[in-house]
């Protein structure tokens, strides 16, 4: 168990609709991290936080967003969803002291869009 | 141009011999870390092992070790005495700018290893 949690594990919903992945990092890491896997682009870094604040962008699309609130956990926002958004979400936390030789992932979020 | 790549799609391995999953990655910045992952077929992501461009010694972790080689830009993983529990996608990336604050992951399309009994 890497002591980061996201929920929910699977997630089907149709084209077009609005999801909301959820992300809590382990405890006393102030930095999370988004990453999208699909068969088609493997796995892509999208976003990362640090203590609230936005930190770095990838490849995140303006139909997906995200926020880390007050108590570090975060959520990734996905709206007008398309089939070609059927991934598994992966959050990530480390406590980015600059010494950081691991990230510790959650166990994903499977995203089925039909 | 890739970053990180990873040349073998998937390896089929008896049980008990050592495998080497190859790596080589492109980067300009001196300050760089190197990780390799297991991705089983229940698609959680685990940590294996880490190694750091200013690293003298390769990075050794159980059964894991990385070959680690600068000048040619490689990082190969190798596990000994391989196990049928090995069999999952192992997934190479790299962080670059140690000393900023990226601390975004680049990976490999990754290996997919199979153990056979």
């Known amino acids: 168990d890497s002591g980061v949690t996201q929920t929910p594990k699977h997630l089907i919903t149709a084209t077009g609709q609005r999801v909301t992945l959820r992300c809590s990092p382990r405890s006393g890491d102030l930095s999370v991290y988004w990453y999208q896997q699909s068969l088609d682009q493997g796995l892509q870094f999208l976003i990362q936080?640090?203590?609230?604040?936005?930190?770095a962008k990838g490849n995140i699309l303006e139909r997906f967003s995200a926020q880390q609130f007050p108590d570090l956990h975060s959520e990734l926002n996905l709206s007008s969803l398309e089939l070609g958004d059927s991934a598994l979400y992966f959050c990530a936390s480390s406590p980015m002291t600059g010494e950081d030789t691991e990230a510790f992932f959650g166990q994903g979020t499977r995203l089925t869009v039909v | 141009a890739q970053k990180i790549t990873q040349t073998q799609p998937g390896m089929f391995v008896q049980e008990k011999e050592a495998v080497t999953l190859d790596c080589t990655y492109d980067?300009?910045?001196?300050?760089?870390?190197l990780f390799w992952y297991k991705q089983p077929s229940s698609g959680e992501m685990i940590f294996l092992i880490y190694?750091?461009?200013?690293d003298q010694q390769n990075a050794t972790e159980g059964r894991y070790s990385l070959n680690f080689q600068k000048a040619r830009k490689s990082a190969n993983l190798v596990i000994s005495a391989s196990q049928l529990g090995d069999s999952a996608m192992y997934f190479c990336?790299?962080?670059?700018?140690?000393?900023?604050?990226?601390?975004?992951?680049?990976w490999g399309a990754g290996t997919k290893l199979i153990i056979k009994p």
């Open positions: 980067t300009s910045d001196p300050s760089y870390g």
């Open positions: 936080y640090y203590n609230g604040e936005e930190r």
């Open positions: 990336a790299m962080r670059e700018g140690l000393m900023d604050s990226n601390y975004q992951l680049i």
């Open positions: 190694q750091g461009s200013y």
